[in-house]
């Protein structure tokens, strides 16, 4: 129900755009995140953002480097990436949240993407 989309190679410094594209019926009144993962690491928060797109959180290793946003009408959410760093690389999941608001923590998402990998050359 969830397709996340826009991973890529990109050179450290560089930018990148992730799409997370879902019916309007799974994500118009939720809560949306970001989440990414690397091998032998558990899934860890990146951004969210509430139902109407007036509140976003971020972790602080993206922080003013990355923002999340959505259109509702088309039931889309983004993550804008930029100064990327090698840290960065990882598959990045977007998730709908149970209800309108979001969490730092998984259990508190019901959809998830397939994950669209991002490597960031050093």
């Known amino acids: 129900q969830l397709q996340a989309s826009g991973g890529g190679l990109v050179q450290a410094g560089g930018s990148l755009r992730l799409s997370c594209a879902a019916s309007a019926r799974t994500t118009t009144n939720n809560g949306m995140a970001w989440f990414r993962q690397t091998p032998g690491k558990e899934r860890e928060f990146v951004a969210a953002i509430n139902w109407n797109g007036g509140s976003t959180s971020y972790a602080d290793s993206v922080k003013g480097r990355f923002t999340i946003s959505r259109d509702r009408a088309k039931g889309t959410v983004y993550l804008e990436m930029n100064r990327l760093t090698f840290e960065d690389t990882a598959v990045y999941y977007c998730?709908?949240?149970?209800?309108?608001?979001?969490?730092?923590?998984?259990?508190?998402?019901?959809?998830w993407g397939q994950g669209t990998l991002v490597t960031v050359s050093s």
């Open positions: 998730a709908a949240a149970r209800g309108a608001h979001y969490s730092v923590g998984t259990r508190e998402y019901q959809y």
